[in-house]
């Protein structure tokens, strides 16, 4: 009976990782900006401009996404690399996350 093995080219799932880890950041970041927004254009909406507050609304609504999207590409980033990690030591039980 033939054993299958299972081979991983490391820098390449390193490389993965580090994109997942980056646009993590970059969402993270984009959050932080979209928050920054909503809440000047909260203070502009309060002075008069109805325009603002839908704008403002708008951005509350997506903001949970953009959010839950930066998590899980930092989850992901983190998941592969300790995953190439436990690859490298050949330890098979330590990147159960992905059998």
Do not use: W
Not at 11 to 27: E, T, Y
Not at 68 to 97: F, H, I, N, P
């Amino acid at each position: 009976m033939a054993v299958n093995e299972v081979y991983m080219e490391v820098p390449v799932v390193r490389s993965m990782a580090k994109k997942f880890g980056d646009i993590g950041q970059v969402l993270s970041n984009v959050n932080k900006v979209l928050e920054t927004l909503s809440t000047t254009l909260k203070a502009v909406a309060f002075i008069g401009f109805v325009g603002t507050a839908v704008v403002a609304q708008y951005i509350d609504t997506i903001k949970p996404y953009i959010k839950q999207m930066a998590d899980k590409c930092v989850e992901l980033g983190k998941d592969l690399s300790t995953s190439v990690d436990a690859y490298e030591r050949g330890d098979a039980t330590g990147a159960t996350r992905f059998h």
